[in-house]
């Protein structure tokens, strides 16, 4: 598709329990960014990548949430021992920042987030 | 420390009437600015920016005014249609590109 894909759209899992939560980024795009929003809040940064690696993960609360893009594409955002305070809408940006030509506006287009619920 | 602050919460206004969003951000360092428009269940999507060598932005019925001294910037919207209903953040950041530091949203309803 031409947007940021980001799967699962949904997803309830036990304290305790692994996640891994995927976002596909506009094709060519090599800024990618991960947010977390909660209810009545806005997006919290956690992660941004330029390429294949991180260029600023200091957004990222503890060592329970890790994010890789390996490829330099897509990126995967895992966390471990699951808490309840993880329960929130993860989004997914990614930005044409740093490429030439086109899109090169550093405006970031987010996906339709993912939504984690820790029972 | 909230270093991007929107103030209010929700703002209901008629349709044809203006609409002004404000925001307060505290970091100086900030450089670029930028408003989000999000629906329900959706991602937010970018609405207008501004560079903070700018004191104005225009973009058809939206319009952005950046106040250094004050760090305070507003959108304004003219005319408002029910169809702007949505959820409008404020975000910043220190380098075009990098991380957004977004405010909490201000819930905007324009009424037919």
């Known amino acids: 598709g031409a947007g940021v894909s980001q799967t699962p759209s949904n997803k309830v899992t036990e304290k305790g329990k692994y996640v891994e939560l995927r976002c596909d980024p506009i094709s060519g795009h090599t800024a990618l960014y991960w947010y977390r929003q909660s209810l009545g809040q806005g997006p919290e940064f956690l992660i941004y990548f330029q390429g294949t690696g991180a260029a600023d993960d200091s957004g990222l609360p503890n060592d329970r949430f890790f994010a890789v893009r390996p490829e330099g594409s897509v990126s995967t955002l895992k966390i471990q021992r699951t808490e309840r305070g993880d329960s929130a809408v993860y989004l997914c940006?990614?930005?044409?920042?740093?490429?030439?030509?086109?899109?090169?506006?550093?405006?970031?287009?987010f996906g339709e987030g993912s939504r984690l619920t820790v029972l | 420390d909230q270093q991007v602050k929107q103030n209010s919460p929700s703002l209901s206004v008629q349709e044809g009437r203006i609409s002004i969003l404000n925001c307060d951000y505290t970091?100086?360092?900030?450089?670029?600015f930028l408003w989000y428009k999000k629906y329900p269940a959706e991602g937010p999507t970018f609405l207008i920016s501004i560079s903070s060598i700018k004191d104005k932005n225009e973009d058809g019925r939206f319009t952005v005014f950046l106040n250094k001294s004050a760090k305070h910037l507003s959108l304004h919207i003219v005319p408002s249609q029910p169809g702007d209903s949505a959820v409008y953040f404020c975000?910043?950041?220190?380098?075009?590109?990098?991380?957004?530091?977004f405010g909490e949203g201000t819930q905007l309803t324009v009424n037919p």
């Open positions: 975000a910043a950041t220190r380098v075009r590109g990098s991380r957004l530091t």
């Open positions: 970091n100086s360092m900030f450089d670029y």
């Open positions: 940006a990614s930005s044409g920042w740093g490429t030439s030509g086109r899109g090169n506006t550093g405006e970031l287009f």
